[in-house]
């Protein structure tokens, strides 16, 4: 008996250390708890991350791909009405929300290093984060009325962003079929 209350007290003494050990680790100081970002600062980013594409291709790739079915879903006779419609609208509103962040990284296009520099950049993307979230909500919740509201977010962030760093809106060579 006496041996099984040794290793008990042995047992009893390594957890009341590990114990110890994590609670004091575990916030037990004075510090302040991290302070979130503000919602309209870009998220942070590990230093020297970017896609291995050009903005340029992840916009025509994701965004006007997407930007189009959404669209279209406002014209006559085109309003989602199925669970599965519903879903593609809600595919597409992922690709858009994802591609704002994705756009604030840069890529390997010619003009990419310096546009990410610019706060207006930054600016425009996270309009189209918060479109494509927008979009989503209205996908999740089969909402045409805010599909709608939202596809206006989003023509409001391209057209804005358009206007100041890409006016002729040239794909670069970079092409994709819309469907009709």
């Not at 992840?58 to 669970?83: I, Q, S």
């Not at 879903?87 to 390997?108: N, R």
């Not at 520099?117 to 996908?139: C, D, I, K, N």
């Not at 089969?142 to 809106?169: I, M, R, T, Y």
Request: proline share 8%; aromatic share 4%; net charge negative.
């Amino acid at each position: 008996m006496k041996g099984m209350s040794d290793g008990r007290t042995r047992g009893l003494g390594l957890f009341l250390g590990v114990s110890a050990l994590v609670i004091s680790g575990c916030g037990g100081g004075t510090q302040a708890p991290p302070q979130a970002a503000p919602p309209s600062a870009p998220p942070p980013v590990a230093a020297g991350v970017k896609p291995a594409v050009s903005i340029n291709a992840v916009m025509v790739a994701m965004v006007d791909h997407a930007g189009h079915v959404l669209w279209d879903a406002e014209r006559e006779g085109r309003a989602p009405k199925t669970d599965a419609e519903w879903a593609e609208i809600e595919h597409h509103a992922i690709q858009v929300t994802a591609a704002g962040p994705l756009v604030s990284l840069g890529g390997t296009g010619p003009m990419d290093a310096t546009w990410v520099q610019s706060p207006e950049w930054q600016t425009y993307s996270q309009q189209m984060t918060e479109a494509g979230v927008a979009l989503l909500a209205a996908a999740r919740s089969k909402n045409q009325q805010a599909l709608v509201a939202a596809n206006g977010q989003l023509v409001e962030s391209c057209e804005a962003c358009h206007k100041q760093f890409k006016p002729d809106l040239p794909t670069e060579g970079l092409v994709h079929s819309h469907i009709e």
